[in-house]
């Protein structure tokens, strides 16, 4: 399984992505040819001969009801693991702490809950207040821990029952089921719990890679495991009264008490990846549009996948502990546990089926082969935990289903309002008979107006035009979007071009994000898109760009190399009693008005926190700029760039039609319209400063 990753990473969505990168699974239609130049979108060894088209794969293809079943299980197992992020901390922090009632006998059941939820609270504040900065002790305390429990595990097997080592033959699990029966199929559900944990190595994928996963686990955490378990069993061979708490009864005293002071602290460590990796999922579901927008803060630069959510962080808090004081007992928690780990690696197998067919093109019956092989063990799994629904077991389905209808309501609320904005964009030849002063009045600065529109102009910006006729006299339509592949590299991330003649002062850019990226701040993207558009406007005057006179459906989008070096430099202007420095490059002045530019010195006054790029400027390096009328282009760029710049996003308001279905009015009016008020803003998930921000509001009716 570890084998099955996208350019190194892993999970369900990553499958997902890899599918939709090599079929048109994806239900929005977004793609462009330009997207398969990403240096990263090929899977790696895949040649590229025409190879017949698989029957499993057109039938997908021509079928939208095939594809929305095949979204709608990745979402469940999302969901899931979003449900194992809840669980996995409740059961793994209660159980710690239950080896108290070992030591005393008398303490009530209540104390244990009241310190496990303090405990959870604790490990759930620390990941708002920044646990990677302890997690230099995580690697002591995972050490110690697998060291303690295999030396508890020999000493048990030594002492006991030096024979047990034999129970690992096949043949007693032979022996196993021909006594036991019924009973022994229903207690594979208990069993479960040994192998949970698997499902997460698979999702951290990226965080620690194939190679260190495979030695830890079959160097040192497995033995151990085995070590401990056949020390259990050695233990309850003579001992079959302790059952209930075995664990710790076969605890020599000695080492009674530290094995209790490091279980809770192994219980946060064990909890501290699933966390992540609910954080992980949910910034991916995000990128693909199935989540509502949440607040992605990148916690290590250094680190691409190291984030933290705050509103997932306090939700799997309360939810939690509402698992631990709910339940109030670790029976019921495993039993929940165990079937939300199982349905991932249920979905997880089904889906690398698909992929063994339809990435690495393996013959369908290879795929069937492996589906059968541990998609069966996992459903005699399954078949098993189902005995144990009505004790704890239907927590993960229940809430999952809750999951589930807020990814899928929220997906088709946005695909709809894509397809609006694609069936009403304006036709780029009404734009072009304005004229070049486009009927309003340009003043200086530069716009960026945000669309998913790869073509065509959005509605927002002709409304917005239609109520206040006046723009910048540098217009950029930006399109974010999400391409299926992990990371987008710096090289491939923009595609520019050009939108009518010169004189119109119009462009394009495309900024294509991998389904792990993490979204720049404000000053850093106004930077990059300045340099790729300068960079464009020399690649254009090379004659690389869009022929004069071409229109959006024909223009050339060119991908930004390098190739011709950057013809601007950037400074670091002085502040207020700061002395400046002399240049031998003119930098061309803000032609802001004196009110406009009291007004940004006191905003930066009382945000101390904005971004040092506020304070760069731009010039021109005449060296790298011999073509005069490509030296015009780019001081208009500067010149535009220092006179501010504006972000213009829409606030979209979808109601649905008055003919719709009930259902339909339900999702759109009530459903959507709820996650749309109660989520956070698109200027928040796209990191826009405020002050610089245009909401531009319109109706839309689907």
């Known amino acids: 399984m570890l084998s099955a990753d996208d350019n190194g990473q892993g999970g369900l969505i990553a499958l997902y992505a890899l599918l939709c990168r090599n079929a048109k699974f994806c239900l929005l239609p977004n793609h462009q040819a330009a997207d398969e130049e990403i240096s990263t979108y090929r899977y790696p060894g895949r040649s590229n001969t025409n190879r017949p088209t698989s029957p499993l794969k057109g039938f997908i293809e021509r079928h939208k009801s095939a594809q929305t079943c095949l979204l709608l299980l990745v979402l469940f197992g ?3 693991v979003i449900c194992v992020g809840i ?3 409740a059961i793994s922090v209660f159980a710690s702490v239950e080896g108290l009632k070992f030591q005393a006998k008398d303490l009530h059941n209540s104390v244990v809950v009241l310190i496990a939820c303090i405990l959870l609270v604790a490990l759930f504040v620390l990941q708002h207040r920044g646990i990677h900065k302890l997690a230099f002790i995580f690697t002591p305390i995972v050490i110690l821990w697998v060291l303690l429990v295999a030396a508890v595990g020999i000493y048990n097997i030594i002492k006991w029952n030096p024979r047990v080592y034999q129970a690992l033959s096949p043949y007693y699990v032979y022996i196993f089921f021909k006594r036991t029966g019924k009973d022994g199929w229903i207690s594979l559900g208990g069993i479960l719990l040994c192998i949970t944990g698997t499902e997460s190595m698979f999702a951290d994928l990226g965080h620690f890679r194939a190679t260190p996963i495979r030695v830890a686990f079959s160097c040192v955490i497995y033995p151990c495991l085995i070590l401990q378990y056949m020390g259990q069993a050695a233990f309850l061979s003579k001992n079959l009264s302790a059952l209930s708490m075995s664990f710790y009864a076969s605890i020599p005293v000695p080492l009674l008490w530290p094995v209790l002071v490091v279980a809770p602290l192994a219980a946060i460590v064990a909890s501290q990846p699933v966390i992540s ?10 990128a693909i549009r199935c989540f509502p927008r949440v607040k992605v803060v990148h916690t290590k630069r250094r680190i691409p996948g190291q984030i933290y959510i705050p509103e997932i962080n306090w939700s799997l808090m309360i939810l939690s502990l509402g698992v631990t004081i709910g339940f109030r007992d670790t029976n019921c928690i495993g039993n929940a546990y165990g079937i939300a780990c199982l349905a991932v690696t249920i979905i997880t197998t089904w889906l690398t089926s698909l992929g063994i067919s339809l990435v690495w093109h393996k013959s369908f019956m290879f795929a069937l082969l492996f ?11 399954l078949s098993s935990s189902c005995m144990r629904i009505l004790k704890g077991g239907w927590f993960p389905p229940v809430l ?7 990814m899928y309501v929220w997906q088709y609320g946005t695909r709809k309002k894509y397809l609006y904005d694609l069936h009403n964009k304006v036709s780029m ?6 004229g070049p002063s486009l009927g309003i009045v340009r003043v200086p600065g530069i716009g960026l107006i945000y669309t998913e529109l790869a073509t065509g102009v959005p509605a927002t910006f002709t409304h917005f035009l239609t109520n206040l006729p006046a723009f910048y006299q540098v217009v950029v339509f930006v399109c974010i979007k999400t391409v299926p592949v992990p990371y987008v590299p710096q090289k491939d991330r923009y595609l520019v071009g050009r939108i009518g003649p010169k004189s119109y002062g119009m462009y394009r850019c495309m900024v294509r994000n991998g389904y792990k990226d993490v979204f720049k701040n404000g000053d850093d993207f106004e930077i990059d898109v300045v340099m790729s558009i300068a960079e464009f406007i020399q690649m254009e005057a090379e004659g690389c760009g869009t022929p004069e006179g071409a229109v959006d459906r024909r223009m050339a989008v060119v991908k930004t190399s390098g190739k011709f070096g950057t013809a601007l430099f950037m400074s670091q202007t002085s502040g207020p009693g700061e002395s400046s420095s002399s240049s031998s490059s003119t930098i061309v002045s803000s032609s802001k008005s004196n009110t406009l530019q009291n007004l940004q010195a006191t905003y930066e006054q009382e945000a101390p926190k904005l971004n040092y790029w506020r304070r760069a400027r731009f010039g021109l390096m005449d060296a790298k700029c011999k073509d005069t009328r490509v030296k015009e282009q780019l001081q208009e760029l500067v010149e535009a760039k220092h006179a501010g710049v504006a972000y213009v996003i829409g606030a979209a ?3 649905a039609k008055w003919n719709s279905s009930f259902i339909k009015k339900c999702t759109i009016d009530v459903a959507y319209s709820f996650l749309r008020k109660n989520c956070r803003s698109p200027a928040v998930a796209l990191n826009i400063p405020h002050i610089c921000l245009i909401k531009v509001g319109m109706n839309y009716i689907v």
Do not use: C, D, N
């Not at 069966?376 to 799994?381: A, H, M, R």
């Open 277 to 286: 990796s609910t954080f992980s999922i949910v910034k991916q579901l995000h």
């Open 400 to 406: 999952s289903a809750v999951f589930l209808v807020v």
């Open 78 to 80: 999302a969901s899931m």
């Open 429 to 434: 030849r009404h734009i072009l008979t304005l």
């Open 371 to 381: 589906s059968v092989l541990f998609g069966s063990v996992e459903i005699i799994y």
């Open 653 to 655: 308001y979808l109601k």
């Open 87 to 89: 669980l996995t901390p």
